[in-house]
Nanobody, 123 residues
Framework: VQLQASGGGLVQVGGSLRLSCAAS????????MGWFRQAPGKEREFVAA????????YYTDSVQGRFTISRDNAKDTVYLQMNSLKPEDTAVYYC?????????????????WGQGTLVTVSS
């Protein structure tokens, strides 16, 4: 299984970015996905998750209303649209596959991880 995250970069406060995570080596349409982030000196934290159908989505409170997770099962890709970015959103963002039935909030629920893509929000 390989997950290739992309789309990170430098953006000003209030700007937008769209992250992509292309998956291979798995039946993507049967796998729930999640995005996590890790800021310097901090633990990795949950950002958003999506069910294998795409019908259910979950967000951490700090990004609710600003970020949108989506997926295209025909392209084996999950996305994270990030709007109204804030300096505290600066982090390396990781996509991951979630084991079916496991709690979407916990890192231990995820088995395969992408390499991460850096998002820097400047003020």
């Amino acid at each position: 299984v390989q997950l290739q995250a992309s789309g990170g970069g430098l953006v000003q406060v209030g700007g937008s970015l769209r992250l992509s995570c292309a998956a291979s080596g798995l039946t993507f349409s049967s796998v729930a996905m999640g995005w996590f982030r890790q800021a310097p000196g901090k633990e990795r934290e949950f950002v958003a998750a999506i069910s294998w159908t795409g019908k259910s989505t979950y967000y951490t409170d700090s990004v609710q209303g600003r970020f949108t997770i989506s997926r295209d099962n025909a392209k084996d890709t999950v996305y994270l649209q990030m709007n109204s970015l804030k300096p505290e959103d600066t982090a390396v963002y990781y996509c991951a596959t979630r084991r079916n039935g496991y709690n979407y909030l916990e890192t231990k629920s995820y088995d395969y991880w992408g390499q991460g893509t850096l998002v820097t929000v400047s003020s």
